[in-house]
């Protein structure tokens, strides 16, 4: 079963605005990953969140953390063409750190 | 540095017949997990390894799955007999020890698996 769950399923924005998309978990966290994968390929890491931390910023990604709501939220400002892509949170146990339980992605759409 | 690798990268088979996926990780990278990944969901684990030991199998459906870490570098994902529902892209990632806020995964670029 998949611990995070994505919202929204889809979201199709234009060139140059801002993406939001929202993850849920159920359990204690050690941490929460950001996770990109386009059409056909594999996934690629975005960014790692610890379960103290309560916002970080890597480039044009933003992720916050709410513990007490079990929730994050990942944003990408200025989008472009090229962020189409799939979103995954993932999150790693307590105590079981190299294990991560993915959720079932949102798809984002980029119009030029 | 080269990423993890993947082989093939798509396999059409009949149901009934055998698969084997195979994955080389990144250098160095002690730890290795063998995902599947259904239409429209996120990766699902199905085993970990560390190094040549299977810590994390309990995802594995082990009547038809195997895997293998022989040398602690790369793995070998068997599925004997494929059945129709085993349609869906396996994936391999890995990762070194964790360390901090370490713990992110590298993922190759997967087979495509079509039984029919």
């Known amino acids: 079963s998949q611990q995070g769950e994505e919202d929204p399923q889809a979201l199709s924005i234009q060139e140059g605005e801002n993406a939001t998309m929202n993850c849920s978990y159920k359990?204690?966290?050690?941490?929460l990953q950001w996770y990109r994968q386009n059409s056909g390929r594999g996934l690629v890491h975005l960014i790692l969140?610890?379960?103290?931390?309560r916002e970080k910023h890597s480039g044009r990604l933003r992720v916050t953390l709410d513990t007490s709501k079990k929730s994050s939220s990942l944003l990408i400002t200025a989008s472009r063409a090229a962020d189409t892509a799939s979103y995954f949170c993932?999150?790693?146990?307590?105590?079981?750190?190299?294990?991560?339980?993915f959720g079932s992605g949102t798809q984002l759409t980029v119009l030029p | 540095e080269a990423g993890v690798v993947q082989s093939p990268r798509y396999k059409i088979i009949e149901k009934k017949q055998p698969v084997a996926f195979w994955c080389n990780p990144i250098s160095g990278h002690n730890t290795l997990y063998w995902y599947r990944q259904n239409l429209g969901q996120g990766p699902e684990l199905l085993i970990r390894?560390?190094?040549?030991?299977?810590?994390?199998d309990s995802q594995l459906p082990k009547d038809r799955f195997s895997a293998e870490r022989l040398k602690g570098v790369d793995s070998t994902l068997k599925i004997q007999p494929a059945e129709l529902g085993d349609s869906a892209v396996y994936l391999c990632a890995s990762s070194s020890r964790p360390s901090g806020d370490r713990g992110e995964q590298f993922f190759g670029p997967g087979t495509r698996l079509t039984v029919l």
């Open positions: 359990t204690s966290i050690n941490n």
């Open positions: 969140i610890r379960s103290n931390e």
């Open positions: 390894y560390e190094n040549e030991e299977a810590v994390d």
């Open positions: 993932a999150t790693a146990f307590s105590g079981s750190a190299r294990q991560l339980t």
